[in-house]
């Protein structure tokens, strides 16, 4: 998709990190937004923003794990701005604790987030995009869909969950006409995601606090905010792989050579690669 201008994107996540940066950099493109999140209060300040500086955007509460919201969140988006071009399906959590401390709670919870999500996302919007005649999905996955890191599983189960669903997407959309779709696998990005606990749902509180998941919360949190980059890089990388339709939307350049050397594992002794993180 070349020209944006006067299109229509929606986006989860939105209120927050790089589902923010990427509905205002829409706006800035020119696009009509459509920004989705549980934050009631971070959602309209991230919709106000775009508005207050002359976009169009409408903020809808819409809880992804559950496909009648998302079904309400496009209603809303054909509603308000009669078509759906681009979608970017970003909402996401992260816990942390070893296999054998998760609960079925933990495994619902990031699972709905982070997979299910993406699943009603697709089966949703693609037939709006279809009758719009032109269009984009972008997926947020991870590196940890890329290579698995220890102490987050139901994370790691999802994201690589994600990419093959975006990579089963793309294939299906073949040479269809006009519509594409892209994976993003962020490394590390300047953002709340550390702090995912503060949207667990009370249904599923069921946590065992365990040391992992303790120095997750406190070294990936400080890590994010000390080395992460900036999410309006990841707006761009989004922005830049729709105009000119890249599959992959890798943010950290490093991560490519280690999908080398994890192939290379693979194919000459077959032994456990183990990354950047162990
Ligand atoms: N920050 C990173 O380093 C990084 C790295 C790799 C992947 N990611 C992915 O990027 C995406 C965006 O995360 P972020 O880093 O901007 O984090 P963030 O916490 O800043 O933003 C996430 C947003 O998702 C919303 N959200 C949470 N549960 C929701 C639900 N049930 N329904 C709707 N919205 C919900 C939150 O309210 C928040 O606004 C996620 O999918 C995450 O897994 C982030």
Redesign the pocket.
Known sequence: MQDLDGKVGVV?????????AVALRMAADGMKVVL????QD?LNAATSEITAAGGEAIGQI????HEHEIQALADAAIDRFGAVHVVHN?????TAAPLDKLTTADWEWVL???LW?VIFGVKTFLPLIRDAGEGHIVN?????GLQSNAGIGP?NVA?FGVVALTETLALELGDEPNINASV??????????A??ER?R?QELADHVETEVGENFVKHAGAM?ATK?KD?SEVADLVMHGITTNQFWLITHEPWKQLMVDRAAALANDGSLFHGFGG
């Open positions: 989860t996540g939105a209120a927050s990190g790089i589902g923010r989705a999140d549980i934050d971070a819409c809880d992804v794990r970003n909402a996401g959590v992260v709905g987030v982070d999500s947020t996955a991870s590196t940890a994370y994201k993003l696998c962020p490394g590390a990005i300047n953002t709340q995601i702090s995912s949207s749902p994010l992460g999410p």
